[in-house]
């Protein structure tokens, strides 16, 4: 073998194992996301970067994940996925199952380290919890990619300034009603009621998709009387009807507040989805407590 041809062979080795990296950095992170407020949260943290897919588990329509059982679909959305990023603290019943399905998946839940209330799970509905929950995406992303750590945080920070713009405007809006008691479908909105300084009177009903029996509807409607509540509230998610039932026996009117576990699905409606839902549920409040 002469000279030049050998010359020729170590360049195309060197081109093609040049390529060979290049595809493999141009593999992308895909990322998997649980249910819909963590999905938003992640679209907001990975906004603008190339080479990071974010998929949703749950349709955008489910709700809360209390009693979801998994598809096929969700098996292989699981299988395709680099990291899976849930809510964790409870939402998610089926986490065993995935850990034993694919044990080499990096499953992270966003609510590390947050505080939680009597266990709720709900820390997304909250100023502060949603803040620490874009945190901990924008780390762990960081660490599956480092290429890309500064911009997931530099993401994390920008979102992190609206949130907290809209909790000045959401405090000073609310600030008349401090201490103020209502009622609410089910028990997603103590972490906002802390951040406004409202208090939780009752809940009409412990598990979302239960309905309350009579005894429980009579003593909510006992209690509306006693507390003077002024603030009753359904969920978009769920029928009005046992909310219906204490409006009518009390004189009130049902409000919506929504806890932002539904939503528009393509990722530019689906980044705006939290701050719009947490902007009307403060109007929503106010207008009830007035």
Not at 38 to 49: C, D, E, F, Q
Not at 94 to 115: K, N, Y
Not at 162 to 172: D, G, P, T, V, Y
Not at 262 to 284: F, I, K, Q, Y
Request: glycine share 8%; proline share 6%; net charge negative.
């Amino acid at each position: 073998m002469n000279l030049s041809v050998c010359k020729s062979l170590v360049l195309c080795g060197v081109v093609l194992a040049g390529f060979r990296a290049g595809a493999a950095q141009a593999e992308p992170l895909r990322v998997l996301t649980s249910f819909y407020p963590v999905y938003v949260a992640a679209l907001n943290v990975t906004a603008g970067i190339d080479g990071v897919e974010v998929d949703n588990l749950a349709s955008p329509r489910v709700g809360c994940l209390h009693d979801y059982q998994m598809t096929t679909g969700d098996a292989r959305k699981i299988a395709a996925a680099d990291v899976f990023l849930v809510n964790g603290a409870g939402m998610e019943p089926f986490l065993e199952s995935v850990a034993r399905q694919s044990p080499r998946l990096r499953v992270v839940e966003v609510s590390r380290g947050i505080p939680l209330l009597d266990g709720n799970p709900h820390v997304w509905v909250s100023f502060e919890g949603a803040r620490r929950q874009v945190d901990n995406i924008a780390e762990v992303l960081g660490e599956a990619s480092p290429a890309n750590a500064e911009a997931f945080r530099a993401n994390a920070g920008r979102y992190k300034e609206r949130i907290n713009a809209l909790e000045m405007r959401a405090r000073e809006r609310m600030r008349p009603f401090a201490g103020a008691p209502i009622v609410t479908f089910h028990a997603a909105f103590p972490y906002l009621a802390r951040d406004l300084g409202l208090e939780i009177a009752g809940v009409i009903a412990r598990e979302p998709g239960s309905e309350p029996v009579a005894q429980e509807l009579a003593a909510t409607i006992e209690l509306v009387r006693a507390r003077h509540v002024k603030g009753l509230f359904a969920e978009p998610q769920f029928p009005e009807q046992s909310a219906g039932i204490v409006a009518r026996e009390t004189g009130l009117t049902v409000h919506e507040l929504d806890p932002v576990v539904t939503g528009p699905s393509a990722p530019e409606e689906a980044r705006e989805a939290w701050l719009r839902a947490m902007e009307n549920n403060v109007s929503v409040l106010a207008q009830a407590l007035r």
